[in-house]
Nanobody
Framework: QVQLVESGGGLVQPGGSLRLSCAAS????????MGWYRQALGKERELVAA????????DYADSVKGRFTISRDNAKNTVFLQMNSLKPDDTAVYYC???????????????WGQGTQVTVSS
């Protein structure tokens, strides 16, 4: 089995910054794309940012472009989300997601973290 554990959430004032981390562990042969999603109260879960393996191509939701940066450390099976210029609308539970291959012959499966709360408020 594979576990994803997020950290780095918390309360921050508007305009502030936070850095989220998500470490994957367990039966991992390789990890393809990794991503961050968020779900605000009463809203559907949405993709915030995703990053591929290999060339590390990154893509972002329009609402966070220029403010958030996704990166990964493949040696540590970890993905990061640097969030700058935070706004109250960024308040949500943030989830990391990874496409994991558990063996050479296995197809990739999606795994999710438990979520970390980010609150932007003065």
């Amino acid at each position: 089995q594979v576990q994803l554990v997020e950290s780095g959430g918390g309360l921050v004032q508007p305009g502030g910054s936070l850095r989220l981390s998500c470490a994957a562990s367990g039966s991992i042969f390789s990890i393809d794309a990794m991503g961050w999603y968020r779900q605000a109260l009463g809203k559907e879960r949405e993709l915030v940012a995703a990053i591929t393996s290999g060339v590390n191509y990154a893509d972002y939701a329009d609402s966070v472009k220029g403010r958030f940066t996704i990166s990964r450390d493949n040696a540590k099976n970890t993905v990061f989300l640097q969030m700058n210029s935070l706004k109250p609308d960024d308040t949500a539970v943030y989830y990391c997601q990874a496409n994991v291959r558990t063996s050479w012959a296995a197809r990739t499966l999606d795994f999710w973290g438990q979520g970390t709360q980010v609150t932007v408020s003065s």
